[in-house]
């Protein structure tokens, strides 16, 4: 059986991505966390991590004897490992551009991500209207990835970017949290596109195991106390 290697599920954007998109695909796969305890080399998580992927970094999948690490070369592989599954669009311009759109994010949006980082248990809307009043490089991501997904929703009929759920959906499944986390403001259609991705069986699954890991890590929300108990 596949073997997916993720960090904590309220924090790991990038291991949030093939989780979602094995679980609302059907794949079969063991999950396996290592908790943020810290990123220094003598971490557990480094410790543990490092005996099995070089990039010392989640997500790591492991296919037998093959490791696979980076959120884009895992859903690759699992494209091709099931051709089946259509994971990308049925049809070359579609898969075309998804793939643009993905690696846009695999790539882009670094204010975006540096400003409200992913964060599924908090709510913080005073954070989020700081950020949006004094950060013009997060109102540009937000803007950008706003109209990409309005033009795609609109060329496709929805409910997903591409019709039917992708690797895209998986891919920008995090800006969903993160826009929800800090109540960015977005048209009343991306909003309904946020509601819809938050429903997808994969990703309610998610946040409900992120919400029930309830393991708060002051080193990834310095702005804040802890929550209560």
């Not at 690490?69 to 494209?79: M, N, P, S, V």
């Not at 599924?120 to 109102?139: H, K, M, S, T, Y």
Request: charged share 25%; proline share 7%; glycine share 6%.
């Amino acid at each position: 059986m596949l073997k997916l290697y993720i960090g904590n599920k309220n924090y790991s954007s990038w291991s949030m991505r093939p989780w979602v998109l094995m679980r609302q695909a059907g794949i079969g796969f063991e999950e396996v966390r290592l908790r943020f305890d810290s990123f220094s080399a003598d971490s557990n998580f480094k410790q543990r991590l490092g005996a099995i992927s070089p990039a010392g970094k989640v997500p790591v999948l492991v296919d037998d004897d093959l490791v696979v690490w980076d959120t884009l070369a895992i859903a690759e592989y699992l494209a091709e490992k099931f051709p089946e599954l259509h994971l990308w669009p049925r049809a070359a311009p579609e898969r075309a551009r998804a793939r643009s759109v993905v690696a846009e994010m695999h790539s882009g949006f670094g204010a975006l991500r540096s400003a409200c980082g992913m964060n599924i248990e908090a709510r913080l809307p005073e954070a989020g209207a700081i950020v949006w009043r004094d950060n013009a490089g997060a109102r540009a991501d937000v803007a950008r990835i706003v109209e990409m997904w309005q033009e795609l929703l609109a060329a496709h009929g929805g409910p997903m970017l591409f019709g039917r759920f992708s690797i895209a959906d998986a891919f920008y499944a995090p800006v969903v949290m993160r826009l929800r986390t800090f109540a960015l403001p977005v048209p009343a259609d991306i909003a309904d596109y946020m509601r819809r991705v938050c429903e997808l069986p994969g990703v309610a699954a998610w946040i409900a195991d992120a919400l029930a890991e309830r393991d708060f890590l002051p080193f990834e929300e310095p702005y804040r106390a802890a929550p209560a108990a």
